[in-house]
């Protein structure tokens, strides 16, 4: 999932979407979180794809209950 770019511009539209209900429709909170979230998965694929592998099965097990 963080390795495709598209992948990463569908993550930040949900990040988006999703920081915006948190903060009552304040966009600019929002886009900001968007932007370090597409730096941040941006520079972990740039370190390599094991490492972008390493994160996202980190993620699924958390989602894992």
Do not use: E
Request: a positive charge; one cysteine or more; proline letters at 2%.
């Amino acid at each position: 999932f963080l390795i495709d770019g598209f992948a990463n511009a569908f993550a930040v539209i949900l990040v988006l979407r999703y920081a915006s209900q948190l903060w009552n429709g304040d966009d600019t909170s929002a886009k900001a979180l968007a932007i370090v979230c597409l730096w941040v998965t941006t520079f972990i694929n740039c370190l390599g794809v094991s490492n972008a592998a390493k994160l996202q099965n980190a993620f699924t097990g958390l989602k894992v209950p």
